[in-house]
C-alpha cells in the first residue's frame, strides 16, 4: 500500500521527503490492475492476472504468481494471457492467450520451467470460462466460433480481390453483446479438451440464447450446466434450468426446479447436491435480490439458503480501475456443509460463509474495503483474493477462512511506487434523510489542498446500473476532479443495489421518482455546506447516471453545467436498439413498440420527453461502437439542446470502442475523455 513520499536529496545534502503532486489523468498510464486470484493446490503460491498499459496503446495481460512470502514471479508474457487456472495436482497451469493471432487458444505450461504448449486447435472464435476436472484429465469450456463470413481470414480475402462488406443477416434478436460485437447467429457451446492430447469435443448446445455457467461433478464423469431453457428468451418469463451433461455429450434437465435466474452453478464435493445462484420470480432487469439454492442433484425442489437476510449475492460495485463484474462467488466447502459466497453491503464487499443445512450468512470479513475472492485452496483453509479501497488501487492477498472470522493476509505491493507520490483524496461517508424515511449513503471528496473557509466549486457523480452501488473502491475520476480542485459528492440512491430489495425494487420501472428525490436531497445538502458554492454545482454520469443527469436538466435548474456519458434519454428507442432488448411489460410497464398507449409510459420515464425549455449547457460522451446504450442516444440530446440553441459539445468516440470505455478502454481514449471532462468544468465551474 502507498507509503510516505519517496526520498531525495536537497541541495544542502539532506534527505527529505519528495513532495508529493495532485493526481493528473496521465498517471493512469502507471496504475498496475490485478485480478482473478487463484490459488494452487499445496496453497503455496496464489496465480492472478496483472495488467499494464504497454507501447503502441495496448493493454497488456500476463499470468503471475504471488508466494506466501510476497515473492513474485512472472509466468507469461504475450500481450493477452488471461483465465489462468492450476490443474489439480499443480503440475501444471492453463491459461488463454492470443499468442496464435487471430486465433486465440488454450495453452499450458509447466510449474517446473519451461515454455508455454499449446494445448487446442480451435479455429477462429471466443474462448469463454475454463476448468479442470477434478482428476486432470480434462478441461472444460465453453467457446463460440466466428461465422465465416467475419474471420480474419475471409476479410482478408475479400480486400485482395476487392470485394464489399457483407451484409450481416439475422433471424434472432440475440445476435450482439457490448464489449463482445457482432456474433451474428453463432452461439456458445461446451467442449471438454484432453489434458495430455489436445483433442477436443462439444459436449452440450444451448438453446438461443447461450450465457451459461457449469461445474464439473466430483468424480469428473459429468458437468452441471445452467442455461436459458425458452424458447424464445426475451419474449417470454425467464426460464433458466440445470442440465447434467455426461461427457459423451448426454443431457439430462434436472426435474423440479422452478423458473427464474440461475447462475454460478456449483457441484458439493459429496457429488449430493449442487448450488447456484437465482430467484424465483419472473424479472428480467436486476433488482431482485439474487440468493443462493441448494438442490439434490437428481433434481427436486431447491432450499433457498439465504432467504434470512436482505443480501443479494450480485452486487456490482463501479469503479473505473477494475471491471464492473455482477457475477456471484460460490466455493463449497470440502465437507460439502458450507459455502463461502460474495455479499455487497453499503459500499463495502465481503466474503460470508452459508450453512448448507440451515441456511443464513455469516460475514466473515469486514471494513470499509472491497474484497473479490477466487478458489479455495485443496485443505479448505484458504482462499485466494484481492483488496482494495477508496484509496488504494487493489493488491493480492488471502483469507484464512477456517474459523467464524477471516483474517486478510496482504501480499503484493504492487501499486505502492505508482501511489506513493500522489496526493489521494480520501472521503468521507455521510447518511442523508430524503423522502419516505429513507437516509441515502454518500461519499464527499473534498479537494487535494482543501482549505477553510473557501467555497469550490462541487460535481455530484451518479452511478450506471441502476442496480449497482458506488462503494469504497477506487476510482481515478474521482481523484482527478479532487485533485483539479472539485468536491465531487457521489451516493447510493433507491435503486442501488447493497441496502436491500425493498431499497432496490422502489424504482422498478419507475425511474425519475424515487431515485430522483434521492439526488435532489443529496443536491440540496450540496447547496447548503459552507465548503461548497451553490452557484458552481455540475452533475454528471454515465449509463443510468447519464440517464439521470438528463433527467436533472430536465427537471432543475440547481446545476451550472452537465456532462451525460454513454446515456439513455429515450426508453421507448432504447427498448429496441440495446444488445438486451427490452421485454414487454417486464420490468417496464408497456414496451417500446405499438400504439400510443403501448409505449406513454416509457415515453413519459424518458428524459428527452421533458426536454423543452433545458438551458443547462452540457457535454454528451458516447461510443460509436456501444451496443448497450446505442450513440442513437446522446444524439437526441445533442439535437434538442441545439435546436433550443443551448450550449452543447458531442464528443463521439469510435465504433472500436463500447460501452465500458471508461474502465476498460484504450488509455489514449480513457485520458482523453478525462481530459474533456476536466476541460468543460474549467469552462463552466471555475
Known amino acids: 500500500m502507498p507509503g510516505s513520499a519517496q526520498p531525495f536529496v536537497d541541495p544542502t545534502g539532506n534527505l527529505r521527503a519528495m513532495p508529493k503532486r495532485p493526481m493528473k489523468p496521465e498517471d493512469l498510464m502507471s496504475f498496475v490492475f490485478v485480478g482473478d486470484p487463484r490459488i494452487s493446490p499445496d496453497g503455496a503460491h496464489i496465480l492472478f492476472a496483472r495488467k499494464h498499459f504497454g507501447d503502441k496503446n495496448k493493454m497488456l495481460t500476463n499470468l503471475w504468481s504471488v508466494d506466501m512470502a510476497g515473492a513474485l514471479r512472472q509466468w507469461t508474457s504475450g500481450e493477452s494471457d488471461g483465465q489462468g487456472r492450476w490443474s489439480p495436482d ?195 432487469w436486476g433488482c431482485l435480490n439474487q440468493r443462493l439454492y441448494a438442490v439434490s442433484a437428481d433434481g427436486g425442489t431447491p432450499t433457498c439458503l439465504t432467504d434470512k437476510q436482505d443480501y443479494c449475492l450480485s452486487v456490482g460495485t463501479l469503479s473505473d480501475t477494475k471491471e464492473a463484474s455482477f457475477d456471484a462467488t460460490v466455493e463449497w466447502a470440502l465437507d460439502s456443509k458450507s459455502l463461502l459466497v460474495q455479499i455487497g453491503w453499503h459500499g463495502e464487499v465481503h466474503l460470508g460463509r452459508v450453512d448448507a443445512a440451515k441456511g443464513g450468512i455469516e460475514l466473515l470479513t469486514d471494513g470499509r474495503r472491497h474484497i473479490g475472492v477466487g478458489n479455495l485452496s485443496a485443505d479448505g483453509s484458504k482462499i485466494p483474493c484481492t483488496f482494495g479501497d477508496a484509496t488504494h488501487l487493489p493488491e493480492v492477498g488471502w483469507l484464512d477462512v477456517k474459523g467464524k472470522a477471516a483474517k ?55 452511478h450506471g446500473g441502476p442496480h449497482a452501488q458506488y462503494g469504497w473502491a477506487f476510482f481515478h475520476e474521482f481523484q482527478a476532479l479532487a485533485a483539479a480542485g472539485y468536491v465531487v459528492v457521489y451516493s447510493n440512491p433507491r435503486g442501488s443495489k447493497g441496502y436491500g430489495e425493498e431499497f432496490c425494487t422502489a424504482i422498478k420501472g419507475a425511474w425519475g421518482k424515487k431515485d430522483w428525490e434521492d439526488v435532489q436531497a443529496v443536491t440540496h445538502w450540496m447547496q447548503h455546506q459552507p465548503f ?155
Open 90 to 284: 499443480g503440475s501444471r497451469i492453463a491459461f488463454v492467450s492470443n499468442r496464435d493471432k487471430p486465433i486465440a487458444q488454450i495453452f499450458a505450461i509447466s510449474t517446473r520451467g519451461g515454455e508455454a504448449v499449446k494445448l487446442s486447435k480451435l479455429p477462429e472464435g471466443s474462448i469463454g470460462d475454463m476448468k479442470w476436472s477434478p482428476d486432470g484429465r480434462w478441461l472444460a469450456f465453453v467457446f463460440r466460433e466466428t461465422d465465416h463470413n467475419w474471420t480474419e481470414k475471409a476479410s482478408k480475402e475479400r480486400e485482395e480481390k476487392g470485394l464489399s462488406t457483407p451484409p450481416r443477416v439475422l433471424t434472432d434478436v440475440w445476435y450482439r453483446l457490448d464489449g463482445d460485437g457482432y456474433f451474428l447467429m453463432q452461439r456458445y457451446a461446451l467442449y471438454v479438451i484432453d489434458a495430455k492430447t489436445g483433442k477436443h469435443k462439444q459436449v452440450f448446445t444451448p438453446g438461443r440464447f447461450d450465457m451459461m455457467s457449469f461445474d464439473w461433478s466430483p468424480d469428473s464423469r459429468e458437468l452441471a450446466v445452467a442455461c436459458s431453457a425458452a424458447k424464445n428468451p426475451f419474449a417470454e418469463p425467464t426460464n433458466e434450468q440445470i442440465f447434467r451433461v455426461t461427457l459423451d455429450g448426454t443431457s439430462t434437465m434436472l426435474k423440479g426446479l422452478p423458473r427464474g435466474s440461475k447462475s454460478s452453478v456449483r457441484w458439493s464435493p459429496d457429488g449430493k447436491g449442487i448450488a447456484y445462484v437465482g430467484h424465483e420470480d419472473d424479472e428480467g
Open 408 to 462: 486478510l493476509h496482504e501480499l503484493t505491493l504492487i501499486n505502492k511506487a505508482a501511489l506513493a507520490g500522489l496526493l489521494i483524496a480520501e472521503p468521507e461517508e455521510l447518511w442523508l434523510d430524503s423522502t419516505d424515511g429513507v437516509k441515502v449513503q454518500t461519499w464527499v471528496m473534498k479537494p487535494v489542498g482543501y482549505k477553510t473557509p473557501n467555497r469550490y466549486p462541487s460535481i455530484l457523480e451518479v
Open 532 to 686: 461548497v458554492d451553490a452557484g458552481r454545482l455540475g452533475v454528471m454520469g454515465g449509463s443510468y447516471g447519464g440517464y439521470m443527469t438528463n433527467w436533472a436538466v430536465g427537471h432543475t435548474r440547481a446545476f451550472k453545467a452537465a456532462i451525460t456519458d454513454r446515456s439513455v434519454s429515450n426508453l421507448v428507442t432504447q427498448g429496441g436498439n440495446s444488445d438486451f432488448p427490452m421485454r414487454p411489460d417486464d420490468y417496464w410497464k408497456g414496451c417500446s413498440w405499438g400504439n400510443l398507449d403501448r409505449i406513454k409510459n416509457l415515453w413519459e420515464q424518458s428524459p428527452i420527453c421533458h426536454f423543452e425549455g433545458v438551458s443547462t449547457p452540457m457535454l454528451i460522451i458516447h461510443s460509436e461502437g456501444d451496443l448497450r446504450c446505442n450513440v442513437e442516444q446522446g444524439e437526441e440530446v445533442f439535437t434538442a439542446l441545439c435546436q433550443q440553441n443551448v450550449e452543447a459539445r458531442f464528443v463521439r468516440y469510435p465504433a472500436s470502442t463500447f460501452h465500458g470505455l471508461s474502465r476498460t478502454g484504450p488509455p489514449d481514449l480513457r485520458m482523453h475523455r478525462l481530459g474533456e471532462i476536466l476541460a468543460w468544468w474549467g469552462k463552466h465551474l471555475d
